[in-house]
C-alpha cells in the first residue's frame, strides 16, 4: 500500500537523521558549543536524548499503527515548539549560526511531523497493513 510505504519511509527518515544528530550533538558538544554559543551540556543533552528516541522512531517505522505515529507526531511538535521557546523565552543566547541550527533543526522537525501526520491512512486502513 502506497500510503504505508510513504508512512514508513518517513518514519525511516525521521529515525536516521535523530540518531545521526543525536551522535553528532552527543560526541562532538564541546566544539559546537564553542561555535554556536550554545551550553555544551544543553547539546550533549539534546544528543543523548535523541539517540533512543531514533530507536523507537526506527522502530515505529516497521510497524506504523496509527497509535505509535501520532506518539511520534506529537513529540516531534512538542520538541520543534521546545526548541523556539528557548530562544524566545531567552533561556539561551546562542550565535548566529546557534539560533540558526535551533530554527532549523526545528523547522524540520515540525515539517516531518505534519508529513507523518498527512500520511497517516484512516485506522481502517491501517489496520490491513
Not at 555544551?40 to 505515529?69: D, I, K, S
Not at 515548539?81 to 550565535?95: E, K, N, Q, R
Request: aromatic share 6%; glycine share 6%.
Amino acid at each position: 500500500m502506497a500510503i504505508l510505504r510513504s508512512l514508513r519511509f518517513l518514519l525511516a527518515a525521521d529515525a536516521a537523521f535523530c540518531l545521526a544528530a543525536g551522535l553528532v550533538l552527543a560526541l562532538a558538544a564541546g566544539t559546537l558549543a564553542q561555535l554556536m554559543t550554545l551550553p555544551a551540556e544543553l547539546l550533549r543533552g539534546a544528543g543523548l536524548v535523541l539517540l533512543p528516541w531514533g530507536l523507537f522512531v526506527a522502530w515505529c517505522a516497521t510497524r506504523p499503527t496509527r497509535a505509535l505515529t501520532l506518539v511520534v507526531v506529537t513529540i516531534n511538535l512538542l520538541w520543534a515548539a521546545d526548541s523556539v521557546a528557548l530562544l524566545l523565552l531567552g533561556w539561551v543566547a546562542p550565535s548566529a549560526i546557534g539560533a540558526g541550527f535551533i530554527l532549523a533543526q526545528a523547522a524540520a522537525g515540525a515539517a516531518i511531523a505534519l508529513l507523518q501526520a498527512r500520511a497517516l491512512p484512516p485506522p481502517a486502513r491501517l489496520s490491513h497493513a
